[in-house]
Nanobody, 127 residues
Framework: QLQLVESGGGSVHAGGSLRLSCAASEFAFDSYAIAWFRKAPGKEFEGVSCISRNGDSTNYADSVKGRFTISRNNAKNSVYLQMTSLKAGDTAVYYC????????????????????WGRGTQVTVSS
């Protein structure tokens, strides 16, 4: 079974940066589209960003567009989320999720029953 481990979270001041990583156990990592979600206290899960199997297509929530950048290195079975200009509203537990999709499929920031999930990494942004 595919396992995902998030890392890179921490506490930063507003305006700071963090780089989150999502490492996968599966050697066929390039068969999966990856999405980042976040869960803030009192809020629903929010899709943050996603990336297609080969990284040629990405998508971002309006709230993070221009500040966050998603990328992947399939040789390392990893996906990254570079977060800059962080705001207090970015405080949340960040999760990566993987969906096995056909080649060429676009990514979606939608939770599904067949998704694999990591345990999350905490991001705290102080104002």
């Amino acid at each position: 079974q595919l396992q995902l481990v998030e890392s890179g979270g921490g506490s930063v001041h507003a305006g700071g940066s963090l780089r989150l990583s999502c490492a996968a156990s599966e050697f066929a990592f390039d068969s999966y589209a990856i999405a980042w979600f976040r869960k803030a206290p009192g809020k629903e899960f929010e899709g943050v960003s996603c990336i297609s199997r080969n990284g040629d297509s990405t998508n971002y929530a309006d709230s993070v567009k221009g500040r966050f950048t998603i990328s992947r290195n399939n040789a390392k079975n990893s996906v990254y989320l570079q977060m800059t200009s962080l705001k207090a509203g970015d405080t949340a537990v960040y999760y990566c999720a993987a969906v096995h999709v056909p080649v060429g499929a676009a990514c979606r920031m939608v939770m599904g029953p067949n998704d694999y999930w990591g345990r999350g990494t905490q991001v705290t942004v102080s104002s």
